[in-house]
């Protein structure tokens, strides 16, 4: 089992920044792949960015550029810096987690956090 705890989310003026932060827990943070996911009212949740073991990453095309992910294996957490806040960036924020490599999609990824409200005004 893997527990994920997100925090820092809150509220932001469009064109503002956010850090969000996900600390893992119960097994070596290092075997896992590792994204997030956002999902705004009425909408599926989708995949923001992933992070592989190795480091390599895959933005979706709606943050390229503004948002950063990386993780620290000896804190065992993943980081988003998310700038250049846009309205359209509101949304539930969720952590999530595989076993080895990569997922896509929601049902790739086994361990899930309970999600950061994130709220940009214009």
């Known amino acids: 089992q893997v527990q994920l705890v997100e925090s820092g989310g809150g509220l932001a003026q469009a064109g503002g920044s956010l850090r969000l932060s996900c600390a893992a827990s119960g097994r070596p943070f290092s075997n896992y792949a590792m994204a997030w996911f956002r999902q705004a009212p009425g909408k599926e949740r989708e995949r923001v960015v992933r992070i592989s073991v190795g480091g390599s990453t895959s933005y979706a095309d709606s943050v390229k550029g503004r948002f950063t992910i990386s993780r620290d294996n000896a804190k065992n957490t993943v980081y988003l810096e998310m700038n250049s806040l846009k309205p359209e960036d509101t949304a539930v924020y969720y952590c999530?987690?595989?076993?080895?490599?990569?997922?896509?999609?929601?049902?790739?990824?086994?361990?899930w956090g309970q999600g950061t409200q994130v709220t940009v005004s214009s």
């Open positions: 999530a987690a595989r076993y080895g490599g990569v997922g896509y999609g929601t049902a790739d990824y086994d361990y």
